[in-house]
């Protein structure tokens, strides 16, 4: 088969057909919810994924510092719950014909047609804006990614510099399991703002007492304007040398939403009503990091493995209710901790309110790094437990808003685009 021949999927005209693009966290979780509650009844389901093998993102930056992984592969994931799983590059959606265009592995082009779509394609590295930043640094952000990174912290030598920009979580974390993981090299972190400025007062002093004990350099309100070959630009023109430079600032959506003409915001994601539409086409449902509600659902939703397995059990839970001529549920979450790991032997467990803001309330050490574990290993426990017993996965803050009128029903909050 060459690449210009297409394939028109065999369809059961009786069914629903609904396609699922990206296996990460939030599709997968939306095909073991929607294929374990219809049991092949009323939909076909379809999950698309670039790679066969599950990617858990949330332990990239232990894949860059030489740790193995447990593998996941999906179709074990999804076992026998009736899903058609496609390994394939989706290269293009239109949203007038109902179709997804897919790149297999073998090269061949393959043409899906849907009833209802689920973008799912996740997010990357925010590298467009600042020059030099696509040729000149490593990032934790894919797979691949990650995987070249590993490489290259073995390769250089012992008292070579390492800089990670960005001050947030993944960031911090990056940071902290390299230097851990690495004693021997110089490490670095450089942020805009202050490290973990989000944290409590408690929090952010157990995790500068961490950054001491690792050796752990600091450079905070310093802005990087541009990467050259081997130095940080900052905005107040200071150079900051490096022999190895991690981005781990901010992400921004996959850009396909944008490319087919999607509506997005600023960073590229999907603007969606409460229930996951799409605000321009109520037959795409938009679940984790490629989401933006135009009103928030609880709490400002950021873009974390813990928000999308929540959004995509959503919309797993609203095509049901479509397929059941049932009311749609509006989509409501609320924060409960942010867990953070600082290498292997300690992490941080910050308890927050429902709006994502701290507490004083903290774990710390190899508590925190134990309860980060736990939770690490309750995203895919939690996948393999609604594989087993469909309906299972919940969230905190989920159901608070009652169940609403039925899911042709346009929705009342205006639409602002952020
Ligand atoms: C190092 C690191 C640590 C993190 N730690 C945490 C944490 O502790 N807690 C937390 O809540 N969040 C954490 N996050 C964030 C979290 O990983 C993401 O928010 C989460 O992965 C989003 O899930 P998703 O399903 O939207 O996207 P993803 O998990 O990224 O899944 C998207 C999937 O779509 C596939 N895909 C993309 N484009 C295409 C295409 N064109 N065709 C086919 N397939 C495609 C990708 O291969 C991928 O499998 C971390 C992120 C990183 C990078």
Redo the contacts with the bound molecule.
């Keep these: 088969m060459n690449d210009e021949q297409q394939i028109i999927e065999e369809t059961d005209v009786n069914k629903t057909q609904i396609v699922i693009?990206?296996?990460?966290?939030?599709?997968v979780i939306t095909a073991l919810r929607l294929a374990g509650k219809d049991r092949g009844k009323r939909a076909d389901v379809t999950l698309?994924?670039?790679?066969d093998t599950f990617?858990q993102?949330?332990r990239?930056?232990q894949l860059a510092t030489d740790q193995p992984l447990r593998q996941y592969p999906i179709p074990r994931l999804l076992g026998k719950r009736n899903v058609n799983f496609v390994q394939?590059?989706?290269t293009d959606i239109s949203l007038d014909q109902h179709t997804v265009q897919v790149n297999l592995p073998d090269g061949a082009a393959r043409t899906v047609p849907y009833d209802k779509l689920v973008y799912?394609?996740?997010?990357i590295p925010a590298t467009v804006n600042i020059p030099g930043v696509a040729e000149h640094t490593y990032s934790?952000?894919s797979r691949e990614e990650a995987a070249a990174l590993r490489q290259r912290l073995q390769q250089v030598e012992p008292g070579s510099r390492v800089v990670v920009v960005g001050g947030g979580?993944?960031g911090i974390?990056?940071v902290t399991e390299i230097a851990e993981a690495y004693p021997q090299l110089q490490v670095h972190l450089v942020t805009a703002g202050a490290v973990g400025e989000k944290l409590s007062r408690h929090g952010r002093n157990y995790l500068m007492k961490v950054f001491e004990m690792l050796r752990i350099g600091v450079y905070e309100q310093t802005r990087v304007q541009a990467v050259e070959d081997g130095a940080l630009v900052t905005a107040d023109g200071q150079r900051i040398a490096f022999d190895v430079a991690v981005w781990g600032g901010s992400f921004v959506a996959?850009p396909?939403a944008r490319a087919v003409g999607l509506p997005v915001n600023a960073r590229g994601q999907i603007l969606v009503d409460p229930y996951l539409h799409a605000i321009s086409h109520p037959d795409v449902y938009v679940?984790?990091?490629?989401a933006a509600f135009v009103t928030q659902p609880g709490a400002p939703i950021r873009?974390?493995?813990?928000t999308?397995m929540p959004m995509?059990t959503q919309v797993g839970d609203n095509l049901l209710a479509v397929l059941n001529d049932q009311p749609q549920q509006r989509f409501h979450f609320n924060y409960f901790l942010q867990?953070i790991s600082l290498g292997r032997d300690r992490g941080l467990v910050q308890f927050v309110r429902p709006d994502d803001t701290a507490l004083e309330r903290t774990l710390t050490g190899s508590t925190g790094a134990l309860v980060k574990e736990l939770i690490c290993q309750f995203t895919v426990r939690s996948m393999q437990l609604e594989r087993m017993l469909p309906g299972t996965y919940t969230w905190p803050g989920k159901g608070k808003i009652p169940v609403d009128a039925p899911h042709n029903q346009p929705v009342s909050e205006p639409v602002q685009h952020i």
Excluded: F, K, P, Q
């Design positions: 693009i990206g296996g990460g966290y939030a599709g698309i994924n670039a790679v990617t993102r949330i990239l930056h394939g590059w989706v799912a394609l996740g997010s934790v952000g979580l993944t974390e990056t996959a396909l679940a984790g990091d490629a873009m974390a493995c813990a999308a995509g867990c």
